[in-house]
């Protein structure tokens, strides 16, 4: 958790601070508060016990009446105020942890990305995530501000009563470090144990959620639910002994304070008969005592989830200091059948089963690579577009992108954020229409979504939805037909200005005609680009076109 740390004090050093200052007022005002009330009360029985035995006495009711009423509306205020400003710090932490994080995720490869599960992902960006907020509210705040009113009362007791304010203030803050320590202890493994439980159970659950269709047609879902179940109760048992040991830690802790008090209640008495201190001062004193143990009895409940935000910052952390925090950078390889895709000025197409494959494009050459399914077009797809660094069998690839003068500025050299990829698969994301269009865009006029949507069929349908641009798309765009979805990727394409644009199978799901007629509506658009297609095989609509190079994979 060390990294994670490191990050708070960081980003929020200053108002960490503050947060810290206003909980201590809080504290310190709640024990103050029980202090002078204690003696006040005790001060008032006393004076009304020597009036009423005919004895002459002076007592002052309005200053120490002023003081509770000052500590009464401190500790107020002060706990509004600490719980907004630390809640609101807390929500700016997050905040930064999940740009941070996220900024982070983005540089990793998709090899990386895909070696974990959707629902892993999920729990690491949201659960664990979450729990790092722990981090300051539970092992920063609460033990800082326990230490500053033990010492701060420690003073106050020194100035009353010298003898004893040591033994008290170390006899307190022994509590507190005992404490910590063996919740920490006993609980750290469980709670690690408990928090990677509950995490295979929840994506156990999602899955159990996206397949209950295919397992309630194939009568499954009884003996499925039975796993959950099974898994369920080992959660609940690893939380049962959780729960055990932190009871037994609070018993100890309980004791320990029943002594120390009991103790302190005895010591006072006996000075108040040897007339070292007065009977207000000694209830002063014991009630001081209870209001800090009110404050150290929280610490096992605070700590016995150390356990739980351990696994959580350490299933983050190797993502985010792994991660490369440059660009992603050209691939270079090694090896005697090297597949090497070099787009430049300088016309040269060789290829052959035993040397490397070469390709050169001039200006904005077409390259289209064929090849049945199976023969590696996706593979090839993604290391051109550096989503991936998976080699081809028996292949190794080198990749050496540069661009001539293009929009009066020159690119030394060409970098993965000038190439646009349209997948084989539809990522349709929950939002509306627009949003899917225009996600990573700034101020896109609206005329210019309407203009792509012309261009790949779309705009009739949108002109006929209820809200227009506007309308919500559903989970995963579960309103549009694969179709429908295979255009607007295409759509969100025409967008970006890149400087290479690889497309694989780019009319998956749509007719011939359809596919001819878009192809037309777009050509503007892919001429004044490099394009590398990858299809199954040489489309028809690129016959006539003699800037296309035509690569088959399965000859190589």
């Known amino acids: 958790m060390l990294f994670w740390f490191n990050s708070l004090c960081r980003s929020q050093l200053k108002r960490i601070s503050i947060g810290i200052l206003l909980a201590f007022i809080t504290a310190f005002a709640g024990v103050s508060l029980l202090m002078l009330s204690g ?60 740009l941070d994080l996220f900024k982070r995720l983005s540089r990793l490869s998709f090899d990386e990305l895909r070696k974990t599960s959707d629902s892993e992902w999920l729990s690491r960006l949201t659960a664990d995530l979450d729990a790092l907020d722990s981090l300051l509210l539970r092992f920063t705040i609460t033990p800082i501000v326990i230490t500053l009113t033990v010492c701060l009362t420690g003073i106050v007791t020194y100035l009353i009563w010298p003898t004893y304010a040591l033994s008290i203030t170390v006899y307190l803050l022994a509590c507190a470090v005992i404490t910590i320590y063996l919740t920490i202890k006993t609980t750290k493994s469980l709670g690690y144990q408990n928090a990677d439980l509950l995490n295979q159970m929840r994506a156990k659950v999602i899955e159990h959620l996206q397949g209950r269709f295919e397992l309630k047609s194939l009568m499954l879902m009884q003996r499925h639910e039975r796993h959950l179940v099974a898994s369920l109760r080992s959660l609940e048992a690893v939380q049962t002994a959780v729960n055990n040991r932190i009871a037994n830690i609070q018993l100890m802790l309980d004791s320990l304070l029943s002594v120390g008090m009991c103790l302190l209640a005895i010591i006072t008495l006996q000075n108040v008969n ?38 959580s910052a350490n299933r983050l952390s190797p993502n985010v200091q792994n991660a490369d925090t440059g660009e992603p950078k050209d691939m270079a390889f090694n090896n005697s059948h090297d597949l090497i895709f070099v787009i430049d000025n300088h016309p040269n197409v060789t290829a052959s089963l035993n040397t490397p494959l070469c390709i050169d494009i001039t200006g904005t050459q077409t390259v289209v690579i064929s090849g049945q399914s199976g023969s590696g077009k996706s593979t090839v797809a993604n290391i051109i577009s550096g989503v991936t660094s998976t080699s081809l069998p028996q292949s190794c690839v080198s990749i050496s992108i540069r661009d001539d003068n293009r929009i009066n500025q020159k690119l030394d050299h060409f970098t993965w954020a000038n190439a646009a990829y349209l997948t084989q698969s539809n990522s349709v994301l929950a939002g509306t229409l627009a949003y899917n269009l225009s996600i990573g865009l700034e101020h896109v006029p609206e005329k210019q979504l309407w203009q792509v949507l012309k261009l790949v069929e779309l705009d009739t349908w949108a002109q006929n ?28 394409l025409l967008l970006r200005e890149p400087v290479l644009v690889v497309l694989d199978e780019p009319f998956n799901g749509l007719d011939r005609a359809m596919s001819l007629r878009i192809w037309n509506n777009i050509n503007g658009w892919l001429a004044k680009r490099k394009v590398v297609l990858f299809t199954h095989e040489f489309p028809e609509l690129l016959l006539q076109k003699d800037t296309t190079v035509h690569i088959d994979l399965d000859a190589l």
Not at 63 to 87: D, K
Not at 288 to 299: N, R
Not at 467 to 488: F, P
């Open 39 to 98: 003696w006040f009360i005790t001060a008032t029985a006393l004076t009304g016990i020597a009036i009423a035995a005919g004895i002459a006495v002076v007592f002052d009711m309005y200053m120490p009446g002023s003081g509770i009423r000052f500590f009464a509306l401190s500790r107020t205020v002060g706990r509004y105020a600490e719980r907004l400003y630390n809640h609101d710090t807390i929500l700016r932490l997050v905040a930064v942890y999940r």
């Open 274 to 311: 040897a007339g070292i201190i007065v009977g207000p001062i000694a209830v002063m004193l014991v009630l001081m005592f209870v209001g800090i143990t009110e404050l150290l009895q929280v610490l096992p409940s605070h700590f016995k989830s150390w356990g739980g935000t351990s696994y």
């Open 465 to 492: 939805l209820g809200d227009g641009l506007n309308t919500w798309l559903g989970e995963t765009g579960a309103m549009l037909s694969g179709g429908q979805a295979r255009r607007l990727t295409l759509a969100r």
